[in-house]
């Protein structure tokens, strides 16, 4: 056998003097813990002479006066109540000494079995507290406990047992160790051959006294950073102290003044903290996590049906209550109710403000594309930055310069409510009943956003859509009319006043601004003739693939991202479907299928016809071009891309980008280069397409609202439906599909 290392006795003896608190934790109760001291003490007891010499100070630890035990300490808790309460409370994994030392064997079991496993239970019990006292051992010891455990309740682990060789035929250590390691090399089930290598383990280092292994990794300096990851917090599902945060990568620090990401995930990905219960297992934590997205999916549907939503029944008492009580509390109460939260918080952009002697709701909304270069201020009307909604004249006493009750107090307010009337009122429904009921009434998520100071970058569809502020105030009035009507009451609304104004995103074209921009600006030049050189083709074809990117960008309200539309492998011609997937990370939550309209498929068809054209005629005196063509017609490769010279003049054919772009286009294109998205959206919530539907088109579903999922009801009419929409936009507007180069 292997030479006893050095030991190293200050760390020892540190340790040893800690060791109960090891065994037993605090956490444990009382009896528990002297139960467990009592099973410890009989385990060790009946420990072999011959086998405690190579333990060290452990016996003298265990017969110290400290921990002796009265045997009617047994009468107390007996083992398997203790074992018990520990599975019960979900403490087998944090307590797994206490756990390993009260467990029982099964009344089937013989007595030589029963024997035979408490040899074994004794000796890598004690040979686990050994390996904590000299090194750093936890995965080993973690991994032996839970084997010991499972091999007298689980009936896949129990063949273990017949494994261990009898310690009456080993008298000392060192040959039981031999033996174990030579059954170790028998061919054995993986189950079987795992599990005795965990015990097998822990004896043999215990035996030779094993330091540990610790892995230390040479640090390297860490590249710079090319995403950067910012963290939103969600609502509470329910009324729990589980934080749900949602990260969302970005280009650059702190979000960066951007539409949205351009990074997508397979699915959103969120990070569930339960402050609760910081001693779960990992797989209890992956449980709870799964639970809670569940929770947030069925939430985000807002079914009239779902226990989680509140009732018309509570709404109703708790507007009379507040109404006829007076009482301040009620009136936060009722402030959270008719805004989606009290303003502050986790909201932002959200103020309280008396105007003209009324308590209003003003909301600051600012996008990044608010904001316009000056030269286009003739060209596109501008967008407001404010909305101010009047509330109830049951809140205009409210105390806003005061900070709100807290939120004990507030709960405290709805269980008088809810004993008083026998509602489920809890803060997490007061506060998502106005989603709950804009959702029912078939209203876009994005107003429920604005109304509750969501911040764009957690709400994509905020910084794309332009909205009249006078459907926001409309929408909302009829929230808080809804409300006070359920308890028979008047919300004591101001006259309604229209404002013609909107807020959001300005790049909503004016009609006659979006016909100049394809039919002034973007139209390429004359085709060039058969025999003319390569640069001027090239030119035309640059000019060309502008107007073609813009078109099909526009009525797919793709993202602005290299290699925009993909390959032609993505496009079904029959029936005019294009999947998009439009984010660096090509699929998941990003990724769509759409009915592209008539014309598009019309443009779709004359640029594959003009890339036939140029491969043909460039076949023999540049190869390289004519092969990038043909890659384009077979979806090898991507369908879109230009045709440049490097500095020393050689052909260059590269896929379009946001920089090559911009090159290409120069002052022909003075918005962004995502124009499109915003314009489309702003078209489509003006028609009367389900949001849902729109959310889906321009791929910015929450979790739960896939409606390319697999449970979604969505048919292939509705996206036909949209496309028509988009086609009859394009009609309006005298936007037609252009041919490419043609050789007569």
Not at 228 to 248: G, P, R, S
Not at 441 to 453: I, N, P, S, T
Not at 496 to 524: D, E, M, Q, W, Y
Request: contains cysteine; aromatic residues 8%; hydrophobic residues 40%.
């Amino acid at each position: 056998m292997d030479e006893r290392p050095p030991l190293d006795r200050e760390r020892y003896h540190r340790r040893l003097c800690h060791l109960s608190h090891v065994v037993c934790p605090k956490l444990l109760p009382p009896p528990l813990r002297l139960t467990t001291f009592a099973m410890l003490k009989w385990l060790m007891g009946n420990m072999p002479d011959d086998y405690w010499h190579r333990y060290g100070d452990l016996e003298r630890w265990a017969s110290h006066p400290r921990y002796r035990v009265n045997p009617s300490a047994l009468n107390i808790k007996t083992p398997f109540e203790a074992c018990h309460y520990l599975r019960r409370q979900q403490l087998l994994t944090e307590c797994g000494f206490a756990a390993a030392i009260n467990i029982t064997t099964p009344s089937t079991w013989s007595d030589d079995d029963h024997a035979h496993y408490r040899r074994y239970q004794q000796l890598v019990i004690v040979s686990c507290l050994q390996l904590h006292l000299i090194g750093d051992h936890d995965s080993a010891i973690e991994n032996a406990l839970r084997e010991i455990r499972l091999i007298a309740t689980e009936a896949r682990h129990t063949p273990v047992l017949q494994e261990l060789p009898d310690m009456a035929a080993h008298p000392d250590l060192a040959t039981l160790i031999k033996t174990l390691r030579a059954n170790r090399q028998h061919s054995l089930p993986p189950l079987i051959e795992r599990g005795l290598g965990f015990l097998c383990v822990v004896i043999y280092d215990a035996y030779r006294l094993a330091k540990g292994v610790t892995r230390y990794r040479r640090s390297q300096k860490l590249p710079a950073a090319e995403h950067y990851v910012q963290l939103f917090q969600l609502e509470k599902t329910d009324d729990t102290d589980i934080v749900v945060e949602e990260l969302v990568m970005h280009p650059e620090p702190n979000g960066g003044l951007v539409d949205e990401p351009p990074f997508a995930l397979d699915t959103k990905t969120l990070r569930i903290h339960d402050p609760s219960s910081p001693h779960h297992s990992p797989f209890l934590r992956a449980e709870l996590n799964k639970r809670v997205t569940e929770q947030l999916a069925v939430r985000q549907l807002s079914l009239p049906c779902s226990f989680e939503q509140a009732s018309n029944w509570d709404i109703e008492h708790l507007v009379r209550g507040v109404v006829n009580d007076g009482d301040p509390v009620g009136r936060w109460l009722l402030l959270a109710l008719v805004c989606g939260g009290i303003p502050g918080g986790l909201a932002t952009g959200r103020s309280l403000q008396v105007i003209k002697e009324r308590l209003c709701l003003v909301i600051e909304h600012k996008v990044p594309a608010s904001t316009l270069d000056e030269r286009l201020h003739a060209m596109l009307p501008p967008t407001h930055f404010r909305i101010v909604l009047p509330l109830p004249m049951v809140l205009q006493h409210l105390a806003v310069n005061a900070p709100p009750p807290s939120e004990q107090l507030l709960k405290k307010h709805l269980a008088l409510i809810n004993e008083r009337h026998q509602t489920r009122l809890t803060l997490g429904r007061v506060t998502r009943y106005l989603e709950h009921w804009y959702i029912n009434q078939g209203f876009d998520l994005m107003q429920v956003a604005l109304v509750r100071g969501q911040d764009y970058k957690k709400r994509p569809a905020l910084a794309y859509s332009n909205t009249p502020t006078d459907q926001v105030t409309k929408h909302h009035r009829a929230y808080l009319q809804f409300l006070f009507n359920l308890a028979g009451l008047d919300a004591g609304l101001p006259p309604a006043r229209s404002i013609p104004a909107t807020v959001g995103s300005s790049l909503l074209l004016p009609g006659k601004v979006l016909h100049n921009l394809f039919n002034r600006l973007l139209i390429p030049p004359p085709a060039p003739k058969r025999d003319a050189a390569l640069e001027e083709v090239a030119s035309f074809h640059n000019h060309y693939l502008c107007y073609v990117w813009a078109l099909l960008t526009f009525v797919t309200g793709h993202r602005d991202v290299t290699a925009p539309l993909g390959s032609l492998a993505d496009y079904n011609p029959i029936t005019r479907t294009w999947w998009i997937s439009d984010k660096e990370i090509r699929n998941g939550l990003a990724a769509r299928t759409l009915v592209i309209p008539v014309t598009a498929a019309r443009q779709v068809a004359l640029y594959q016809a003009h890339l036939h054209t140029l491969g043909q005629r460039y076949r023999l005196l540049h190869r390289e071009l004519a092969q990038r063509c043909d890659a384009a017609l077979d979806g090898s490769q991507n369908l879109l891309f230009f045709i440049l010279h490097d500095n020393q003049g050689h052909l260059l054919l590269q896929d379009p980008t946001p920089s090559n772009l911009n090159q290409q286009l120069g002052d022909r294109l003075p918005f962004q280069h995502n124009w499109a998205r915003h314009h489309l959206r702003s078209v489509l919530l003006r028609s009367e397409l389900a949001p849902s539907v729109i959310d889906g088109w321009m791929g910015h579903e929450e979790i739960g609202e896939s409606i390319f999922g697999r449970h979604s009801c969505l048919s292939i009419q509705t996206l036909q439906h949209v496309a028509d929409l988009i086609e009859a936009h394009l009609n309006f507007h005298q936007i037609e599909a252009k041919a490419g180069w043609q050789i007569l």
